[in-house]
């Protein structure tokens, strides 16, 4: 399902300028947010993410006209999986932008798979670096071949997923999530400044589910060693939700069944329910 400039059409096929600088530059943010039952779980964080972002690569998208885009799809797939692009649109060749951009905005929806909810994901170290001095290294840029090609190499391996350190030797992220580690009753995840998107599940967990839970949060630069030597580890996107992470290279990780992490699911379950408002076993 597509929504394009106010319509919704079946498929995914529209006339688009083959001279639009998304396409040809990767000049352009996307959003991937969860929606069930006609409603999308923490739309305004989405919303204002992603206008926030076009307007960090100078140009407006208002965050009401991508709410519209957004709740237009959750209401016509029960379950989806809703993506939302933005791109400056068009110009002249060359790298200069537009003086005046005409930006373009799209979404799109494809049914969401409820086993992706809370299923374990089995790590292993990505080849390249996460930059953490890109001007964009904090921003869901449409440029993901780094995230693509470690998580083809990590499948050819046997693992599920790849994890980023970053130039520094820190530890950065997965390809396709935020990773928190588990230190008794302390949750640790790096902060943005070591190139970390500002996940909207990461950012739930900091600043409501962790302390309704009584955990001390913090954000800090983690070593590789040390998170080999968590409690627990899990990964964070809005459609696996809370992955717990059983084995991170050779090292096995005792993430499963963690009483910590069994918490922060369930009050991420029963968060999630209340913002769609559906049953939390929905979500189990």
């Known amino acids: 399902m597509l929504w394009f400039d106010g319509t919704l059409q079946a498929g995914s096929i529209l006339p688009f300028d083959l001279g639009d600088r998304g396409l040809l530059l990767g000049d352009g943010v996307f959003d991937t947010a969860l929606a069930l039952n006609g409603r999308v779980a923490f739309e305004t964080a989405h919303a204002e ?3 926030a972002a076009a307007r960090s690569l100078g140009f407006a998208a208002p965050s009401d006209r ?3 885009a957004m709740r237009s ?5 029960p379950r989806a999986a809703i993506r939302t692009n933005l791109t400056r649109g068009s110009g002249p060749r060359g790298l200069a932008p ?5 930006p373009v905005l799209w979404a799109s929806a494809a049914p969401w798979n409820p086993d ?4 374990p994901l089995r790590l292993t170290m990505a080849a390249a670096r996460r930059n953490q001095t890109s001007l964009t290294a904090r921003l869901k840029t449409l440029g993901y071949l780094d995230a693509i090609l470690a998580a083809d190499e990590a499948r050819r391996q046997g693992f599920d997923e790849a994890l980023f350190l970053n130039t520094s030797d820190m530890v950065a992220c997965a390809g396709t999530g935020n990773i928190f580690a588990v230190f008794g009753g302390t949750l640790v995840t790096p902060p943005l400044g070591d190139g970390v998107l500002d ?6 967990i900091l600043r409501r589910i962790g302390p309704e839970l009584g955990l001390t949060s913090a954000e800090r630069s983690l070593a590789l060693a040390e998170l080999e030597g968590a409690d627990a580890l899990f990964v964070t996107n809005s459609l696996r939700l809370a992955a717990p992470v059983p084995l991170l290279g050779t090292t096995p990780v005792a993430s499963l069944g963690n009483a910590v992490l069994e918490r922060i699911v369930g009050a991420l379950r029963t968060a999630l329910a209340a913002e769609c408002n559906v ?4 979500l189990a």
């Not at 799809?73 to 797939?77: E, K, P």
């Not at 992706?116 to 299923?119: E, G, R």
């Not at 996940?199 to 739930?204: K, L, T």
């Not at 049953?279 to 929905?282: D, F, I, V, Y």
Request: charged content about 20%; cysteine-free; aromatic content about 4%.
């Open 49 to 51: 993410r992603l206008s």
């Open 66 to 68: 991508i709410r519209l």
């Open 73 to 77: 799809l959750a209401g016509a797939v």
């Open 98 to 102: 537009p003086a005046e951009p005409a």
């Open 116 to 119: 992706l909810a809370f299923a």
């Open 199 to 204: 996940g909207i599940i990461r950012a739930e």
């Open 279 to 282: 049953p939390p076993e929905t």
